[in-house]
Every structure is written in C-alpha cells, then in structure tokens.
C-alpha cells in the first residue's frame, strides 16, 4: 500500500466513525469515499445511503451497505466523499471522477459534509493541480465547448466514457486569479452546463490523513 493510500484509509475511519446507527446518508465516489464506506461497512451499524455513482453502488452492494434513493429519502443526515483539492477556506475542487453532478446533488441533500482526502489534496488555490471538471448535456456539447472556452480557455473534453448521467465530462484550466462564486454563476449560466466541480460554502468536515496521522479541519 502507498503512503496516499495508508492516509486514506486512517482519514477513511476518523471519517466513518462519525456515523451513527440508524443513519440516512450519501455514499460518495472515489479513492476517499471507499475507505471511508470500507470502514463503516465493518462497523456493522445500520445505515442506508444514496451512492453517487454506479461504481459506488457496485461497491456497496459488496460491501453490503444498504441502498436507498434521493426520491425516498430526501434529506440525508450525512455525506461520506473525496475531493481532488480542499483550498484553505475548506472550498473544495471534485469530479476527477466523473461524479460531480450526483456527488453535488447528495452534497446539497447532506446535513453535514464529511470529505476524506489525503495531505497531497490541501492546496492554497483551488486548480492548483488539475482542471477544473464539467459535466455538460451531450447534445451540442461541442457548442457549449466554445462558449465554456471564452471564459475558461484551455477546456478540453475528457477521454473516456459518458458520465453515468449520459452527459459529456470537459476539463477546464483555472486562472490563478480565481473568484470562485463568480465563475460559479457564470459557469452555471450557460445553456448546455449541467454543473461544475466547484464544490463552494458547503462548510465541510474535512479529514486529512497525514505523515503526522489524521486532522479534522471544520
Ligand atoms: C469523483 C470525485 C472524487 O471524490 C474525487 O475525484 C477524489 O477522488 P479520489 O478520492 O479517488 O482521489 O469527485 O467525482
């Protein structure tokens, strides 16, 4: 196991250990979110969550995490998910994997955020080290490509499958100059945009496995 993986599976724990019994709750994607599922799975508390994604629910039904639907349960008590980046005002950067728009809908669904990373993922600015990800409507997505472009220049499409939505994921660049809310509405106002990875003033809990072992920032 690599040293990300050994600080994601112990943020993994701190994370699932704020779980209690009888809990409603949304099941991220990703490297983060499975350790965190993998540990409460061996808890052996009853829960039910709403997965973010197919790989998640496939994950769940292995690790027999029961499953259940926004549309049966609206509001979760809790959201257990990854990022790709947390900046220090805990605004966070997701969809590497290509779950953003579910992973936001449970995000918004969640009373509380719990988002296990590993130390690599604390950034001082948001884009730091990737793209920004965009999931757009597949229909003229080549349209929206452009109109993306003239804000964000750089956006490319992501090789690989449609997302599990059927929509096209792009990348775009983030300029070092970032007023996130205003790119948010910006970004959120071109016809085609089904939504963004900037995950903003969702005041998570954030787990971070470390070399000095796990902090909970928030
Ligand atoms: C998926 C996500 C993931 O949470 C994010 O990509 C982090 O993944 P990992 O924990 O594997 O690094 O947003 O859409």
Request: aromatic share 2%.
């Amino acid at each position: 196991m690599d040293a990300a993986e050994a600080q994601r599976r112990a943020a993994g724990e701190k994370a699932a250990a704020l779980v209690e019994d009888q809990m409603v709750i949304g099941y991220g994607t990703g490297r983060g979110a499975a350790a965190a599922l993998e540990a409460l799975a061996h808890r052996g508390i009853r829960v039910r969550g709403v997965p973010t994604s197919q790989k998640t629910t496939d994950l769940c039904r292995r690790l027999g995490l029961a499953l259940t639907t926004l549309e049966e349960t609206p509001q979760l008590d809790l959201v257990l998910d990854g990022a790709d980046e947390v900046d220090t005002a805990r605004q966070m950067l997701k969809g590497g994997g290509g779950a953003l728009v579910r992973e936001k809908i449970v995000a918004l669904a969640a009373r509380r955020r719990v988002i296990v990373i590993e130390e690599a993922k604390l950034v001082p600015a948001l884009g730091a080290t990737r793209g920004l990800p965009i999931e757009l409507v597949a229909f003229g997505w080549k349209s929206t490509l452009l109109r993306i472009g003239e804000i964000l220049p750089g956006v490319a499409r992501r090789e690989g499958p449609l997302s599990d939505n059927g929509g096209v994921i792009v990348d775009a660049p983030l300029p070092r100059e970032l007023d996130v809310r205003a790119l948010d509405r910006a970004l959120k106002s071109i016809a085609g945009v089904v939504d963004h990875g900037l995950f903003i003033d969702l005041s998570p809990t954030v787990v971070v496995g470390g070399t000095a072992g796990v902090r909970i920032l928030g």
